[in-house]
Each structure stands twice: as C-alpha cells, then as structure tokens.
C-alpha cells in the first residue's frame, strides 16, 4: 500500500510560473547556470544553484551557498513571487513534447515507503552529491525539486486525471526549449479522498529519476525525526515532493556511450575482436539508430556500424540482459578496458536528447568511438526493481525534464 498525501504548497505567481520554473539544477555546469540566471534573473535556478549569486571564489558546496538558497528563497515568497497555498492540494503537470502529453500527480510520498520498499530504486547514490542536496534542505527548509516517480496504472488514476484536465488550468506555458507546461490544482475533498484512495491499492512505486534528490529528502527527514521526541509521523519532513506518473505515458531515451582509445588496438584489429560477441555490419556515412533490443550504432573512423549481440552472449537476466550491460560486458570491459564506468575517465554519457550528431561530434574532437544505444523500457526498468537490483550507471535518460520551483515543499 502506497502513501500520497496533498500539501500546502509554495508556487509561483500566475504571471511569473513561466520564468520562474527551471530545469533540474543538476543539468547545469557552474557556468552554464550562471549564463542562466543571467538569461532569466527569476529563474529558480538561482535557488536551486546559489552559487550562480556569488563570486567565483566561493565553491559550490561552501555554507555560504545554502545560506544564500535560503535568503532568495524566503526574498522571493516575501516579495510575492510565490503563493502561499492555504489548503492541502494535489496539483497535475502535464508536459508536451514534440506533440507527446504526459501528465503526473504532485503529491507528496512518504519516507517510510521508500524506506521500506514500496517505494523501488534502482540506482545506487554517491554521498558527495546526497550531502549537497541533504544540506540544501536543510537550510531552506523546504525540498524544491520534485522526485520524478512512477506507477502501473489499472486506468483509474489516468482517468480521475483526464476529467480534472478539464477544469481551468493554473499554469500554462512554453518554455524556451519549446516544452509545453500545463497545471491545474486540484482540491475538492471527494477527489482528494479518491486518489488517496487509489495509491492505497498501489503496492510498488518506482523512482524513474531522482535517486539523490530522494536520498537527501528521506535523510532529512529520518535526521529530524531523531531531532524531534515528539514527532508523530505526520510532520512535514516525514514526506517528499514527487510528480508520479502512469508508466505508459513515459518516454525513455537512449543513453549513448563515448570512449577514448581503443585500449591499444588498431580499427581493424578493434572491429576483429568485437566481432567475436557481436555481428558487425558496416552502414557508411549515415548515423545509425538502434532498431530494436540488442542492437547498437557504432561510429568509428568516420564510418557508422550495426553491431547486433549474438544469440549465445544475450542473457534472461534482468540487469545482466540489459543493453547496456550487454555492451559492457562483452565489450566496453573486456575489449576497451573499462571495467568501472561510474569512474572510468577514459568513458563519457551522452543524453539522447542532444542527438547523434553529438556523438560524430565528441569523435572528432576528443574520442574516439560512439555508441548509439536502443532505450531501456520502462517494463526492464520496473523488473530490476522489483527484484531488488539496481542498473549500471547511465541506463535511462528520461524527456521532458520536470521543472523546479513550479511546486515547493515547505517541511
């Protein structure tokens, strides 16, 4: 049984939703939001990246930062930039991409279920970055990026929603990259009760994207808990802000892979080697996107290829089957060398939103062979979860982005 509960939320002004709401803060370099919160001076990413307001010589995980989150915070709501919600709410966020609608529930979900499993992970998070997010909650007080949840959904819940997206919207807008943002509030007590009620017969939530920002939610929370011999479990702190959305209406991207050497071997001698795991198909000048399971574009020496996994080396498995385990197993290991990605200076990520000429660019300028990648699905997302395991790094790249500082939890 999973918990959701409305809050007393903190969101922008009408006038000002559009401006205001940011791209997660951990899509940004230092300087490229600085570039941003001097494109768009109310940009939330000034919050959520307060290090973008002070000079170059304070580092990004100085106290001074997280003090400056919290005064430009607490400047913008006295100012009124932001509304004060006076009554528990759910709110819906639809976001339209190139034509495609997904729209989630803003509630928040409480630590217990993610302490206790109904709530399913599936990546492993590194300390540095937890303790960034872990302070900045701490000092604001507030979360104020979503974790971005999901959910099988028997059709009820998308339902409920369908009919409340025919009330007036709060929000609508385009932001600059051309993503449609739609939000309606809901707060009648009957449909309130009835999406509770809902999530009540929910028995697995899983964590699309946000691993940190909902490790460092979870540990506030539990930290304030032994601060308070009073708490009653129903404490603010007690629960995270999330966008929960039906798994079908999500969209996974590839995450492709960039490698630097060929770890001593010559093209040919390269292409010999894979073809011990993979058949190796030559395609010419055109980049090559994956077709289905098992299959990868391979740029090389200004030429695109079609590697496709042999029969014998795929695996039932549901990490070890995964494409990109499959290539790091068969290949990127035991061929290239890379036997730990998460650390490995010579590998590099590369969204699937930036396209495949990113990766003919990276090629040509600082590595020296591109992997397309088929997307993971969310169904192999789900099972690796439910089995308790986790991904290797680097698995899903999930479009559109949430936006931060359209919703704030204030704990």
């Not at 639809?94 to 495609?100: A, D, F, N, P, Y």
């Not at 709060?170 to 509030?185: A, E, M, Q, R």
Request: hydrophobic residues 35%; negative net charge.
């Amino acid at each position: 049984m999973a918990e959701i509960k409305p809050f007393c939320s903190v969101r922008p002004a009408p006038e000002l939703a559009g401006r205001i709401a940011a791209l997660p803060y951990d899509v940004y370099n230092r300087e490229e939001a600085k570039e941003e919160v001097v494109r768009e001076p109310f940009s939330f990413l000034q919050i959520d990246r307060a290090e973008t307001k002070l000079p170059d010589s304070v580092t990004a995980y100085d106290s001074a930062v997280y003090e400056k989150a919290k005064e430009l915070l607490e400047e913008m709501i006295t100012k009124e930039h932001f509304i004060r919600e006076e009554k528990e709410c759910f709110y819906l966020y639809e976001l339209i991409m190139e034509g495609r609608s997904q729209t989630g529930l803003v509630a928040c979900a409480s630590i217990d279920d993610y302490t206790n499993g109904v709530i399913k992970r599936h990546e492993n998070t590194r300390t540095d970055k937890e303790l960034d997010r872990i302070t900045h909650i701490d000092v604001c007080n507030a979360q104020t990026g979503p974790i971005f949840l999901t959910f099988r959904d028997s059709g009820s819940m998308k339902g409920i929603m369908e009919q409340q997206k025919k009330e007036e919207k709060l929000y609508g807008f385009t932001s600059p990259d051309g993503i449609t943002h739609n939000v309606w509030k809901i707060e009648e007590k009957e449909i309130v009760a009835k999406i509770r009620e809902e999530f009540e017969g929910i028995s697995s939530i899983y964590i699309a994207d946000g691993h940190h920002r909902a490790a460092s939610a979870v540990k506030v929370g539990l930290k304030r808990r032994e601060e308070h011999a009073d708490n009653t479990g129903r404490e603010e702190y007690n629960f995270f802000l999330s966008v929960i959305f039906p798994s079908e209406e999500l969209m996974i991207m590839p995450y492709n892979r960039v490698v630097k050497g060929l770890n001593g071997y010559t093209g040919e001698e390269f292409l010999t080697r894979i073809s011990e795991c993979f058949e190796v198909v030559f395609q010419g000048g055109e980049p090559y996107q994956p077709k289905s399971k098992g299959e990868y574009g391979m740029y090389l020496q200004n030429g695109w290829y079609k590697l496709i996994i042999k029969e014998e080396y795929r695996k039932e498995d549901p990490v070890a089957g995964l494409d990109v385990s499959l290539l790091q197993d068969n290949l990127l290991g035991p061929v290239l060398g890379i036997e730990d990605p998460r650390t490995d200076k010579r590998i590099d990520f590369v969204g699937g939103i930036r396209g495949l000429g990113e990766l003919e660019r990276r090629v040509r300028e600082d590595m020296t062979v591109a992997f397309s990648m088929y997307p993971t699905d969310i169904k192999e997302l789900m099972a690796v979860s439910d089995q308790g395991k986790l991904m290797p790094p680097k698995s899903t790249w999930f479009e559109p982005k949430l936006r931060s500082g359209l919703f704030i939890h204030r704990i």
